[in-house]
């Protein structure tokens, strides 16, 4: 199984961008699903994760009120509606998930997807 974002792309400082992911197949049956992101010589930064089931929601200080995290389950699918987007937020954005622990921390997630970039110019 293989999460697949996508959604990624150039978009000018102030505008707005909706990434999606949803595994390739079955997953965990009680789980969370997260964003991650990383920019180029920077380490890999939490930004939003989500109870699948409960549809709680935590942003990284970062993004709060800006960004927002949603899941459809029927569709096993989460998404990140970014606005207001800064230069500073251009990242390769990775979605995550992990089977009912609730934390920010990237190594608490075993399932990856490969990653979609997000590239905001001034």
């Known amino acids: 199984v293989q999460l697949q974002a996508c959604g990624g792309g150039l978009v000018q400082a102030g505008d707005s961008l909706r990434l999606s992911c949803a595994p390739s197949?079955?997953?965990?049956?009680?789980?969370?699903r997260a964003w991650f992101r990383q920019a180029p010589g920077k380490e890999r930064e939490f930004v939003a994760r989500?109870?699948?089931?409960?549809?709680?929601?935590v942003y990284g200080d970062s993004v709060k009120g800006r960004f927002t995290i949603s899941r459809d389950k029927a569709k096993n699918a989460v998404y990140l509606q970014m606005n207001s987007l800064k230069r500073e937020d251009t990242a390769v954005y990775y979605c995550?998930?992990?089977?009912?622990?609730?934390?920010?921390?990237?190594?608490?997630?075993?399932?990856w997807g490969q990653g979609t970039l997000v590239t905001v110019s001034s």
């Open positions: 995550a998930e992990g089977n009912n622990i609730w934390s920010g921390d990237a190594r608490d997630y075993p399932l």
């Open positions: 197949g079955p997953t965990f049956g009680s789980y969370v």
């Open positions: 989500v109870g699948m089931n409960s549809g709680r929601a």
